[in-house]
């Protein structure tokens, strides 16, 4: 697809229409990215003809090449195809907006309610489905990753340098690489390995250079390093946030990091909105609005800057290489996380009996909503607070 094509139907919807359909989809979207790909292909191929199923595939394509959240990213991109430019800006942001905004209450309620019986009770019940949630995730996005017995010593590999303790950047850089070296004997393959490793760097090495505290502009920078530098699916930001904000600056606990995630899972729209949580938590509204802006404003570039590279990427073996091993080392950093949230939310009969039963209906039925399962859980959690 051309430049010159994208242009010349720029103008052909409407940003009142754009608008209204991507807050419908920010406000009911619920599930997780997965989710959000399938009703934006039932809204935009299907129903309302925006685009072709080849052009939807670029698409989606495209978002698997580059860091950052990809249901925001597709949203993103069918704007700019809509609307150019203002479509781009209008699409990402009214996509983004509901569900940042009922985060904000929530953790609003969570700061000043949070150690109430039924918000700890809530939580209680919610967490165990959120770990059953995110194995479900492991296991579709492992299936798909892990297409050679190579990509799996790689993950094993992530897996143990994680476990010591290694940066997760660069766990993520010796994943590309080792994603590369089926192709090594093309020197471009060279050029598109170092390049981004050294942007990543330099990145953690702004963010670390801001110090312990908790600040504005701190938290801007983190998120928008972490926003600049994450493959695959939102649940990997598990391991980034706790690398990060538990491990290395303690900002957080590991309990305000897995009450954060909960609350990512029953609120519709990007699962990085958990930002906004985190954000309100360490710095009020002004936190919750930096730390939001952080993380989503490198996929409004990203975007911008791949949508005329679509199909140079698509057709690059290297480049299709490297993200091959980037994404294999992503989920290792979020299999190695599981396990450790995994440990501080099951903790009895009641937490092991919730996460079980959710895992295999999240197994056994392709199409369970998660969110389903996570509010019903808060209910049984609430429940067994009262009545025990």
């Not at 990007?270 to 954000?279: H, K, S």
């Not at 939001?292 to 590279?309: E, K, N, R, W």
Request: hydrophobic content about 55%; charged content about 10%; glycine content about 10%.
């Amino acid at each position: 697809m051309s430049d010159n094509v994208v242009d010349a139907r720029a103008t052909s919807t409407p940003l009142s229409e754009i608008a209204l359909v991507f807050l419908k989809l920010g406000t009911t979207a619920f599930g997780g990215p997965a989710v959000h790909i399938a009703m934006m292909d039932e809204e935009f191929v299907r129903r309302r003809h925006w685009l072709t199923e080849q052009e939807f595939l670029d698409y989606l394509s495209a978002v698997n090449f580059i860091p950052g959240p990809n249901s925001t990213e597709m949203a993103i991109h069918i704007g700019h195809r809509r609307a150019g430019w203002p479509g781009l800006l209008v699409a990402g942001t009214c996509f983004i907006v509901p569900a940042a905004v009922l985060v904000g209450i929530l953790a609003w309620a969570y700061v000043r309610w949070g150690a109430l019986p039924q918000a700890a009770g809530l939580l209680y019940g919610v967490k165990p489905v959120v770990i059953a949630v995110i194995l479900q995730a492991l296991w579709k996005l492992g299936r798909s990753a892990v297409k050679t017995t190579w990509l799996g010593i790689v993950a094993v590999t992530a897996v143990i340098l994680a476990a010591i303790g290694v940066n997760e950047l660069l766990v993520l850089a010796v994943g590309g690489f080792l994603g590369l070296s089926v192709q090594w004997n093309s020197p471009r393959g060279r050029a598109l390995l170092f390049g981004p490793a050294s942007k990543a760097g330099l990145l953690a090495a702004v963010a670390g250079a801001a110090g312990p505290s908790v600040a504005l502009w701190p938290i801007f920078l983190i998120f928008a390093k972490i926003g600049s530098v994450l493959f695959g699916s939102g649940y990997v930001l598990l391991a980034f946030l706790r690398a990060d904000l538990v491990e290395r600056y303690h900002w957080l606990t590991q309990q305000q990091l897995l009450d954060a995630v909960a609350v990512g899972q029953i609120t519709p729209g990007p699962v990085f909105t958990t930002a906004t949580f985190i954000g309100y938590i360490l710095h009020g509204t002004p936190g919750a609005v930096a730390a939001t802006v952080g993380i989503f404003l490198p996929a409004f570039f990203f975007v911008a800057v791949s949508a005329p590279l679509l199909p140079k990427l698509r057709a690059s073996r290297v480049a299709g290489a490297v993200l091959d091993g980037i994404n294999v080392a992503s989920l290792a950093l979020m299999a190695l996380v599981t396990w450790q949230l995994g440990r501080s939310a099951i903790v009895d009969w009641f937490t092991v009996v919730l996460a079980l039963v959710s895992a295999v209906v999240l197994l056994r039925y392709r199409n369970a909503n998660s969110a389903w399962l996570v509010l019903g859980a808060g209910v049984l959690g609430v429940a067994k607070y009262g009545f025990f």
